[in-house]
C-alpha cells in the first residue's frame, strides 16, 4: 500500500479549494487503478496549524512598523525602501525557519505526516503566487521535513507568479529546486516557472485539476436558462494592484444584471463559498431592492458549490475556480479578471470569447455581448478532452516513475 499525502489550501469558506484537492485525489486514483497499485491518500492542510500560522504576519507587521517609522524620520528615498522590502522578507524567511526547527507545535503537525508518507503531492490551487496569504510558510516547512525523511515531492498544476520583492523570488527559486522536489507542473505562467527551476527538473504547463470536477462529483448535465454572475469582494482587487474601488464593482454588476436582463436572460448570483464574496451580493441585492432569492445560497461544501453552477445555462463570474468549474461541466462562462491568473485559464483554453479585463468593467453591453458569444461558441469539447488526455498522461509519466522506485 502506498501512502500519499495530499497537501491543500484548507479553509472553511473556500470550497474551491476542497475541490482542487479533490479532484487532484481523484486524478491519483484512477492513475494509480490504470497500473493495479493500492494507495492510500490522506488530506491535510498546507498552512501551519492556527496557533503559529500567525506568527510571521504578526513578526512582519512588527518590522515593518519600525522600518516605516525610520523611513518617515529621515526621509528615507524610494530605492531604500525597495530595500526595505527586501529586508523585511528576509527576516521573516530567517524568523520562520527558526520557528519550524525549534517550535513543538509546527514540528508536531508536519513531521508525522511526512515521515509515515511514501509521496508528498501540493494538490493544486495558487501556492505559489505572491499574495498576502503566505503559503509559502507552509512549503518551506514541508519541504524542510520532506529532505529530511528523503521524501519525493510533487506539485501539482499550481498557480505561480514572479513576486514583486527580490528577495521573495530567490526564495520561491530555492524552494522549487531542494533535491527532495522532483517536479512542478503550472496552471498558469509557465515561463516564469521555467526561469526558476534547474533543467535537470521536470517542469511542464498542465490543466487544473478541477478540470476533472463533472467525473469526480458524477454531475449530470442539466438544460437551465438562467444565467449565473458569481461576485466576488472588491477590496481584492486593490490587494492585486488595480485602482478599482467599491463603488467601481457595485456599478459594474448592477449594470451587467441590467444589461442582460434587458436583453431577455433571467439571472441569478452566487458565490464559491468565501463569505466576504457572499455579502457582497447581498449588498447588491439592497442596491437592486431585490428578493433574498436572487442571492444563491452560499455553499458550504465542493458538492454543493459544483451543484449551484451545474444549475446555470452560462457564467459571468470573478473567482477562477468558478470559472474552471463551468467548463468542466460544459457550460460556457465568461471571466471578470481580478489577476492575471483568470486571463491565463481563457488564454489556455483558447476560449473564442474574451474575458473582460479593468477596462471594460463599465461597458455592461461589452460584457453581455461576450456572454451571448459564449453561449453561441460553447464549449470545443473535443479540444478540452485532448488536452486532458495530455494533462493526464504526463500527471501519470511522473507518478508511475515514483511509485516504482
Known amino acids: 500500500m502506498l501512502k500519499i499525502i495530499s497537501f491543500y489550501a484548507q479553509y472553511k469558506d473556500s470550497p474551491a479549494d476542497e475541490l482542487i484537492c479533490d479532484t487532484f485525489n481523484y486524478l491519483l486514483r484512477h492513475i494509480a ?10 488530506k491535510a492542510n498546507l498552512s501551519p496549524p492556527d496557533g503559529v500560522k500567525l506568527l510571521p504576519k504578526e513578526f512582519q507587521k512588527k518590522l515593518r512598523y519600525f522600518l516605516n517609522v525610520i ?3 529621515f526621509y528615507i528615498p524610494l530605492i531604500v525602501r525597495i530595500f526595505f522590502d527586501n529586508l523585511i522578507f528576509f527576516l521573516t524567511a530567517a524568523y520562520w525557519a527558526f520557528e519550524v526547527k525549534n517550535n513543538k507545535i509546527i514540528k508536531n503537525y508536519y513531521e508525522p505526516l511526512i515521515k509515515n508518507a511514501d509521496l508528498i503531492c501540493f494538490a493544486g490551487g495558487g501556492i505559489l503566487q505572491s499574495t498576502y496569504l503566505q503559503f509559502w510558510t507552509g512549503i518551506y516547512a514541508i519541504l524542510k521535513y520532506s529532505d529530511k525523511y528523503k521524501k519525493k515531492v510533487y506539485f501539482n498544476a499550481v498557480g505561480i507568479e514572479k513576486p514583486k520583492i527580490f528577495a521573495e523570488h530567490i526564495f520561491y527559486k530555492y524552494l522549487l529546486n531542494k533535491k527532495c522536489v522532483r517536479a512542478v507542473t503550472t496552471r498558469d ?30 454531475i449530470k448535465p442539466q438544460s437551465p436558462e438562467t444565467i449565473g454572475i458569481g461576485v466576488i469582494r472588491p477590496k481584492i482587487f486593490p490587494a492585486n494592484g488595480l485602482n478599482i474601488c467599491e463603488h467601481d464593482v457595485l456599478k459594474m454588476y448592477v449594470n451587467i444584471i441590467e444589461e442582460a436582463e434587458k436583453r431577455g436572460y433571467r439571472c441569478r448570483l452566487f458565490c464559491n463559498g468565501n463569505i466576504k464574496d457572499y455579502e457582497f451580493g447581498e449588498l447588491i441585492l439592497n442596491k437592486m431592492g431585490r428578493e433574498k432569492s436572487f442571492l444563491a445560497p452560499i455553499p458550504g461544501t465542493p458538492a454543493q458549490m459544483v451543484s449551484t453552477i451545474n444549475g446555470y445555462k452560462a457564467l459571468i463570474a470573478a473567482r ?47 460584457i ?38
Open 368 to 405: 453581455v455581448n461576450q456572454l451571448e458569444k459564449a453561449i453561441s461558441t460553447g464549449i470545443d469539447t473535443e479540444a478540452f478532452e485532448s488536452m486532458k488526455k495530455n494533462t493526464y498522461d504526463m500527471i501519470k509519466r511522473f507518478l508511475y516513475e515514483n511509485f516504482d522506485n
Open 33 to 42: 487503478g490504470d497500473k493495479g497499485i493500492e494507495i492510500e491518500i490522506q
Open 320 to 366: 477562477l475556480h468558478a470559472n474552471i468549474t463551468a467548463v468542466s461541466l460544459g457550460i460556457p462562462t465568461v471571466g471578470i479578471v481580478w489577476h492575471e491568473k483568470v486571463l491565463f485559464f481563457a488564454k489556455f483554453m483558447n476560449l473564442k470569447w474574451n474575458f473582460i479585463t479593468p477596462d471594460k468593467f463599465n461597458d455592461a453591453v461589452y
Open 189 to 218: 505562467n509557465i515561463d516564469y516557472l521555467k526561469s526558476i527551476m534547474n533543467k535537470s527538473k521536470m517542469c511542464l504547463r498542465i490543466l487544473d485539476s478541477a478540470c476533472w470536477t463533472g467525473e469526480c462529483y458524477q
Open 71 to 73: 523611513s518617515y524620520k
